[in-house]
Structures are given as C-alpha cells and as structure tokens.
C-alpha cells in the first residue's frame, strides 16, 4: 500500500501565512553557476564550429551518431508520412486542435494602419511578420505534439515564411505525434537535434542549420539558460519556469474533478506548482482524501508525488473574495475559477497567465484544443506578461512622411528641444529644412 501523500494546509487567518506562502511559491529561476558556465562553452563552440559541433554534442548528449548533418535533418515527407500513419481517432484530435487553434489566433492578426494630419503628415505603423522563427520542441521526459500546434501556428498566422523546428530526439527516437503536429502546422524544416546547442545553432546559424529571428518554446535548465544567453542577438518567447496551476473553489465541483486537475500540473515535473483555494475546510478535506485515494492509480505517481509535496498546498481562505486577492498575488499562469457564477470573481482577477471558468474548463482542454495558447508566462511573470500569440511574430515599423508644410510646423519645435538637449547637429537637421537649404 503507497504511504501517504504529505501535501501543505495553510489557513489565510494564520499569522505566519504570508511568509509560507511565499516561501511555497519561491523559486530560484535563475540558473546556478556550472549550468550558465556549460552553456556558455556550448555557444561558443557552435558559433565557432557550426555544423560540426552540433553533430559532435549531438552524439554526446542525445546518443546520437551522425557522420552529417543530413542525417539529422528531418524530411518534410516524413512527417507527412507520420500524420498519415496516425490512427484515425487521433489524426481526428490533432486536427481539430490544430484548427481550433488556428481560428482563435486569426483573430490576433495586427493590421498595418495610417492617419493624415492636418498639415499633411502622413504616419502610421506597418505591420510585417518575422522572416524566420525557430520553434524548440521538448524531446526529453516526454513529447509534445499540442507545443508544435501552440507555437508554429501563430507563426504562420502571422505570415512567417519560414519555421524551422528543433526537437531532441534521444538514441534516434523520433516521436510521430510531434512530426505529424509538425506537418499539420506547415514547419518548414525539422532537425533532430536539442539543447543549448539547438538554441545556439538557430541563434547564429550553421552551414545547415538557418539562423532565425526569434525562439520560441520551453525546454530544460540548459535550454532556458541558452535563450537568456542569446537573447538580444535573437528574440526569445519568455524563460519558462515550472508549470503551475492554481485553483479557486466554492466546494460544489466535484471533489475529484479538483484533485485530478492538480495532478494535471504535477504530473509534469517535480518542481510544478499546484494549489487550491478554498473557503470550505470539509471541501479541502474531500479534495485531500481524493488525492490519497487517486494518486496509486497514476502511471507518474512518483513526479506527482514529488511536486505535490514539494509545492503544493490546499489553502482555507477567509472567503472567495479573498481568494480572487490571494491569487493576484500569486499570478499563477493557469487559474481555474471552479465556482458557480465563475464571472463574478474572474472580473476581480488581474493577474493570470490563463483563465479558466466554471467546473467544465479544465486547464487539460486549454492545454490541448481549447483555442487560446498554452504557452504561458510563470513565476509570477503574468503580472507583466502575456501568452504566446500572433503579435510575437509580428513586428511594427513606424512610418513617418512628412509634407513641407508639415515641416515649417514641425521642424521648429524638432530644432528648439534639440538644442535644449545640446545635440547641435539634430537641431541644424530641422533648421536646413526650414531655410531651404
């Protein structure tokens, strides 16, 4: 018989329930100092060797030999192949995913746009879509065809002509839900390589390998150290932190249903974050017995066991009220709202990487073919980010045409504040213009 899952009880009337709350919620994103270190020699290998050093770390941590960078090229029929071997319930599942989600982000499409002063100035802001994007696809713990969908479909709303895709695969195991996701998606090219090295590779570019304009997707330590590291020289989606989940409930959704929707967040990783909120002490006792109850029958037990007891709480609060502030604090980056009247208290919400309201939205259904996208902002970022979307592909140029009558209006005033700031050469730019010279 398993023993006993030990999870966290707080009560928000504790005097010391600010401080445990944050020491739960504390976590160290920044990476340590051997894996910052590693990373960085892993760059400046690929910057400096190209293709060689990709096929070289390539077989020391993925154990896969390549003599070539052709081998590890994934072909575009390939992943055809694998979208047209896949049994037919799920071919359905991937492409009504793909198609929700693909309506929904049409919807986020940015258009360029123009006014007209009354001096004749034209300016506006021209909309363009990114040359390249490279999606990374984790390979590691576990596969992710719902990640190609969430990531490479945005991109080609958006107009991006190319995507080229990145995804570990170990001792040469390539995942045929990822390909077909891949070729459902339309990614322009695969290869099957991952780490900092992939990073590094769709940074700077190969002999084989193009470099991109921005990089998308989660990964491990050393692939979120790798994205920070080249941030700048390319755009980066986020650093992603552990998955988390936060639930407010009024203690009518079924108990299992809760408990279930925890595991769903642990499931992924030890240090994934689950907790619920919940006015009812009996309802946190239901939710807490479900949870001894289910947890034997999960193929990942042990992870779920590990992150539940690691970082996850049941917490009785006052009152839903201050529920809704207790979770504006946390800024989880999925909140489900399983209450009745889920409206009334999503209106009190300010800070949520996603919102899921009522007892039938479960975060697994946002994960996989709700619509909206999945890849979230974590670690309390929500309170200043967004989800991935159209508008991280798109890019906005401002367009300023100016007329000679707005020039007399404006050069002006260009040409006073410029000398405020001492900078004589702007302030001579605008002069010249109104003395015709």
């Not at 979770?327 to 919400?349: G, V």
């Not at 929500?382 to 707005?406: E, M, N």
Request: net charge negative; with cysteine.
């Amino acid at each position: 018989m398993s023993p006993r899952i030990s999870i966290a009880r707080l009560r928000s009337s504790s005097a010391d329930f600010r401080a445990r709350l944050h020491e739960l919620l504390a976590f160290e994103s920044t990476q340590d100092e051997s894996i910052q270190t590693t990373v960085r020699g892993i760059i400046r290998r690929v910057r400096s060797e190209g293709d060689a050093a990709v096929l070289d770390l390539t077989r020391q941590f993925d154990g896969l030999s390549a003599e070539r960078m052709a081998d590890l090229e994934i072909p575009r029929a390939e992943a055809e192949a694998a979208f047209l071997g896949l049994a037919p319930a799920q071919r359905s599942a991937l492409e009504a995913a793909a198609a929700r989600i693909r309506e929904f982000h049409e919807h986020q499409k940015a258009e360029s746009w123009f006014i007209q002063d009354a001096h004749g100035n034209r300016l506006g802001q021209r909309i363009s879509a990114l040359d390249r994007a490279g999606l990374y696809v984790p390979g590691g713990k576990a596969a992710y065809p719902s990640s190609v969908l969430m990531n490479a479909v945005p991109a080609k709303v958006a107009g991006v002509p190319e995507v080229v895709m990145v995804v570990p695969t170990p001792r040469g195991e390539r995942n045929p839900l990822v390909l077909a996701a891949a070729h459902l998606a339309g990614v322009d090219r695969m290869f099957a390589i991952g780490g900092a090295q992939a990073v590094a590779a769709l940074a700077y570019g190969t002999e084989t390998i193009p470099a991109v304009d921005k990089i998308t997707g989660p990964g491990n330590a050393y692939v979120a150290e790798a994205k920070r590291q080249v941030f700048g020289k390319v755009g980066i989606d986020m650093i992603a932190g552990p998955s988390e989940i936060l639930i407010i409930a009024d203690g009518t959704t079924p108990a299992d249903w809760v408990a279930m929707d925890l595991f769903s967040q642990a499931e992924h990783d030890e240090l994934a974050q689950s907790i619920l909120l919940c006015p009812n002490a009996q309802y946190l006792d239901a939710v807490e017995e479900a949870i001894q109850r289910l947890l034997p029958e999960m193929p990942r037990a042990a992870v779920i066991r590990a992150s539940l007891e690691g970082r996850g709480a049941l917490i009785q609060v006052e009152s839903l009220e201050q529920a809704c502030e207790i979770a504006n604090d946390i800024a989880a980056e999925h909140l489900e709202i399983s209450t009745q009247d889920p409206q009334r208290w999503a209106d009190r919400i300010r800070h949520a990487g996603a919102l899921f309201l009522g007892r039938y939205a479960s975060e697994s259904i946002g994960d996989y073919c709700a619509g909206p996208n999945h890849v979230l902002p974590t670690m309390r970022s929500a309170r200043f980010s967004s989800a991935l979307g159209v508008y991280d592909f798109q890019k906005r140029t401002s367009i300023v045409d100016i007329s000679a009558q707005g020039s007399a209006v404006l050069s002006p005033v260009a040409r006073d504040l410029a000398f405020g700031e001492g900078l004589q050469a702007h302030a001579l730019a605008a002069d010249l213009r109104l003395r015709g010279e």
